[in-house]
């Protein structure tokens, strides 16, 4: 698209599937120890949970944290509230590494491959820096920067991570490209001055990070996944 030199990738339920690990790790203690639990409502509310932290941090009523400590306090509670898991401190621990462990999904790589050839590609994301780190090690994919809102003194949907972002790239706002799979995210960026992609999310997520209300019409493109957002956005459209 014209005037645009850079993409910012959410990642965070964009381009890594945080759902199928979680479960499994979950379905695993819960057969372990003979407890029934269900997998996905016990990874949902983990991913709620931080999201609610997330907002409190935001708001200054908890101290800043990164992802990392957002998580492991939310499964502190809910380790209270699923008892027949019986998750200690060990437990905890190598739950919380989980995190570490996405894999993006399976058509991302090519795309991202072919994204790269034409534009700077960062990954903006509210996840720690060592989650994102290590979750592109996972998938082997390599990106031209990540910056993580632990950096930053913000975190996203708020302007001044956006803003950033673009400064870093020495870049204007119109001239970044927002990529994300939830709406609260790419309206911020919107808000922001921002160019903005909506990808059809592959996960289930937490009804506050907007999926219902989204209009096709609210963001620049609106596609169904990575390949047609290469095929929209690179000159040479890979058969």
């Known amino acids: 698209m014209h005037g645009i030199e850079a993409l910012a990738f959410d ?4 381009v890594f599937d945080w759902q199928t690990p979680i479960r499994q790790a979950i379905k695993s203690l ?7 639990v269900d997998p996905k409502e016990f ?6 949970g931080m999201f609610a932290v997330l907002a409190q941090v935001r708001q200054g009523d908890l101290a800043w944290m990164n992802a990392d400590q957002m998580h492991r306090l939310v499964l502190d509670d809910l380790a209270q509230k699923y ?18 462990q996405l894999k993006a999904w399976p058509e991302f790589p090519a795309a991202l491959l072919r994204l790269r050839q034409e534009y700077k590609v960062i990954v903006l994301t509210v996840l720690s820096w060592s989650i994102a780190i290590d979750c592109s090690r996972c998938s082997g994919i390599s990106w031209d920067g990540i910056l993580s809102c632990e950096f930053l003194g913000h975190y996203k949907p708020e302007s001044q ?16 490209m927002m990529v994300a799979s939830h709406a609260v995210d790419l ?15 592959k996960s289930d997520e937490p009804d506050f990070l907007g999926f219902a209300d ?26």
Do not use: I, M
Not at 161 to 176: M, T
């Open 214 to 239: 989204t209009d096709p019409q609210e963001f620049d493109l609106w596609v169904s996944d990575f390949t047609k957002l290469a095929d929209r956005l690179c000159s040479r459209v890979t058969k």
């Open 30 to 36: 819960a057969d372990e120890r003979d407890a029934r």
């Open 43 to 48: 990874a949902l509310a983990w991913r709620t």
């Open 161 to 176: 991570v956006y803003h950033a972002g673009a400064r870093l790239l020495g870049l204007e706002p119109d001239q970044v």
């Open 187 to 201: 309206r911020g960026a919107k808000a922001a001055g921002l160019h903005t992609a909506y990808v059809d999310p």
């Open 11 to 14: 990642v965070g339920g964009t």
């Open 83 to 100: 008892p027949a898991l019986e998750l200690s401190e060990y437990d905890r621990d190598e739950l919380n590494q989980v995190w570490h």
